[in-house]
């Protein structure tokens, strides 16, 4: 038997807003998947833990963070720069989106400057 995470009353919150905006199978707290001609609560959205698998597999990779968060535990790469966890997008990701446009920018510089420095040495 797999054994899913247990989801925080914070993380719960989550869940339930990202089914509440993304899953197409959920209407006024019901499931369309399990109605049999009668309405069927969301087993999702009342339960602790991540039991839906079309939830799983279908609508939770919408919110990235909350995915990265609940099931990619093990593909989550800490930044160099701030040490959060982030879901890489390569193997050679080492910041997170939010330090790595700031990274780029003070390499480019680094580049530039050191490049300005060895063409003035060549005229000289």
């Known amino acids: 038997m797999r054994r899913y995470k ?3 009353p914070d993380t719960y919150r989550s869940v339930n807003a990202v089914i509440k905006q ?9 499931c369309i998947l399990l109605d049999s001609g009668y309405p069927c609560t969301c087993p999702q959205s009342i339960s602790y833990s991540l039991l839906c698998k079309w939830f799983r597999d ?4 919408n919110d990235r963070k909350l995915y990265g968060e ?9 930044c160099f720069v ?13 910041y997170c ?6 990274i780029t920018r003070l390499q480019a510089a ?3 400057r050191k490049q300005r ?3 003035r040495l060549r005229t000289v």
Do not use: H, W
């Open 6 to 8: 247990r989801l925080t």
């Open 22 to 30: 993304y899953c197409c199978n959920y209407y006024d707290g019901n």
């Open 58 to 61: 279908n609508v939770l990779p």
């Open 70 to 78: 609940l099931l990619i535990a093990e593909k989550r790469k800490k």
């Open 82 to 94: 701030c040490g959060k966890y982030f879901i890489a997008n390569s193997n050679r990701a080492k």
């Open 97 to 102: 989106s939010d330090c790595r446009e700031r």
């Open 110 to 112: 680094q580049r530039k």
């Open 117 to 119: 420095e060895m063409s």
